[in-house]
């Protein structure tokens, strides 16, 4: 029951993650206005607890939880995994600074800073697509070292 519990705590946080990019780049506009630039920093707040959760949750389902850490260490796709997490989490970290630092001074952006901005939101989307193929390859034991 631990596993399953993990497992579907993990799954419903990385749906959330998606869910969060995909409302900041509904919110995230040309002519977007404070009150919304005051919302998606709420939500990018959102994004980086759940993150954290999803990186908690998920080393502990794969040390402690059925398939064991060797399972996991030893898999290709865990690690492609790991590292397109490690990606998005990078391509996060711009808009999240751009967020406070508008939300700090109350600047509403320019359309080319929004345009700059979305770029990174659509490649966090773009990767988000890799993360079940990597998911059932790994599950499968597909890619295994030894």
């Keep these: 029951m631990f596993d399953f519990f993990l497992a579907v705590v993990h799954h419903l946080t990385v749906f959330s993650l998606l869910a969060i990019v995909v409302a900041e780049l509904s919110l995230v506009r040309r002519g977007m206005d404070a009150a919304t630039l005051a919302t998606v920093a709420r939500i990018d707040l959102a ?31 865990f690690w492609a995994k790991i590292a397109i997490f490690v990606v998005i989490g990078l391509l996060s970290v711009p808009p999240t600074v751009k967020f406070i630092q508008w939300r700090k001074v109350q600047h509403v952006p320019h359309n080319a800073q929004v345009d700059a901005l979305r770029k990174y939101l659509w490649a966090e989307l773009a990767l988000f697509a890799l993360l079940p193929l990597s998911a059932a390859g790994m599950a499968r034991g597909y890619w295994q070292f030894q």
């Design 47 to 77: 994004y980086g607890a759940l993150a954290a959760i999803a990186l908690a949750v998920g080393v502990v389902r794969a040390v402690y939880a059925a398939k064991g850490w060797y399972f996991y260490s030893n898999n290709g796709f």
